[in-house]
């Protein structure tokens, strides 16, 4: 072992240990950010990039059953990845498609899709109802796939079927305009029934939201982190959360 390696994991450890799980998040979204520059900084492809990515999603996970989150919602491709060229995109969602495959496989995780499912091919539509499917029963972390998401989406879909549910049920447009409001909305987003998103991390530097859960991260805490996703260590995963633990959540009070 490299006297670097030794010196990472005894860090890890320190920092692990400290850690007090009484105030690690529930519910943590991760925009997996940086695949394509860690491929070109790396000398690989971009779907070496993209696979890489999605190799450190089950290290994540495992992470997070170690300290007691209970959601994990996992931005895998929003809707403006969709319009990528299709050189880089049939391979993408290729991965995905093998990825929730795994997560299906893996016994320990309840999978979910959080998207829009008639923007997707019907292969990967298929792929992400059959893991949803044989997950259901399970008790382990609840994982939202977020495949073909777009926040703004989520909410006109959410607004969409509010309205179409007030129709099916002969509720006129004057009775439901008097009883719209926050909570009748939230229950028709994808992730409705779970708690919203306590800490939100994102990778690769960025420092911006660009479109995820913006319904639900109203009081979310974001942690931003300047390493690529492929190269994201279990050192970076307890900096987030040992940061987190040091915030003071004022929930606009």
Known sequence: MKLRDLVYRLYARRVEGRLDHAQVPKHIGVILDGNRRWARADGRTTEQGHQAGADKISELLGWCAETDVEVVTLWMLSTDNLDRPGDELNPLLGIIENTVRGLAADGRWRVHHVGTLDLLP????????????????????????????????????????????????????????????????????????????????????????????????????????????????????????????????????
């Not at 007030?166 to 029934?193: M, Q, W």
């Open 122 to 253: 019907a292969r990967t539509q298929s792929v992400l109802k059959e893991a949803e499917q044989e997950t259901v029963d399970r008790e382990g972390i609840l994982v939202n796939v977020a495949v073909g998401y777009g926040g703004r989406q989520e909410i006109a879909d959410a607004v969409r079927s509010l309205v179409l549910e007030a129709a099916e049920n002969g509720v006129s447009h004057e009775e439901l305009a008097e009883t719209v409001d926050v909570d009748a909305i939230t229950k028709h987003l994808y992730t409705r029934g779970q708690p919203d998103p306590d800490l939100i991390i994102r990778t690769s530097g960025e420092q911006r939201l660009s479109g995820f859960m913006l319904w639900q991260s109203a009081h979310s805490e974001y942690y931003f982190c300047e390493v690529f996703w492929p190269a994201f260590r279990k050192v970076d995963f307890l900096r987030a959360l040992r940061d987190y633990a040091a915030r003071h959540r004022r929930y606009g009070g």
